[in-house]
Nanobody, 119 residues
Framework: QVQLVESGGGKVQPGGSLRLSCAAS????????MGWYRQAPGKQRELVAT???????NYADSVKGRFTISRDNGENTVLLQMNRLKPEDTAVYYC?????????????WGQGTQVTVSS
């Protein structure tokens, strides 16, 4: 079992920045990938960015060049630095962790944190 706790959401004006943080606890040794997803009202949840235990990253095209995902293995934390925010970035952002136990993948989710980009 893995528990994820997010923080750092809020309201910001277009062009501003926010940093989201996700702290993992529990069976953290089994985590292979951590990432951020978001869900806007009336839309499906979508991938924002992921980072593997080896440090490889992947970004949605819509956030490339503006968002940066990083991972502090010592602190069991994954960060999402969001710059040049746009109104279309408004959504609930969810932290995700994928573990592998006996060749079976398990996905865990945080409770979500609201990001609102508005003037």
């Amino acid at each position: 079992q893995v528990q994820l706790v997010e923080s750092g959401g809020g309201k910001v004006q277009p062009g501003g920045s926010l940093r989201l943080s996700c702290a993992a606890s529990g069976s953290i040794f089994s985590i292979r990938v951590m990432g951020w997803y978001r869900q806007a009202p009336g839309k499906q949840r979508e991938l924002v960015a992921t980072i593997t235990s080896g440090g490889s990253t992947n970004y949605a095209d819509s956030v490339k060049g503006r968002f940066t995902i990083s991972r502090d293995n010592g602190e069991n934390t994954v960060l999402l630095q969001m710059n040049r925010l746009k109104p279309e970035d408004t959504a609930v952002y969810y932290c995700n962790a994928v573990t592998v136990v006996r060749n079976t993948e398990y996905a865990y989710w945080g409770q979500g944190t609201q990001v609102t980009v508005s003037s």
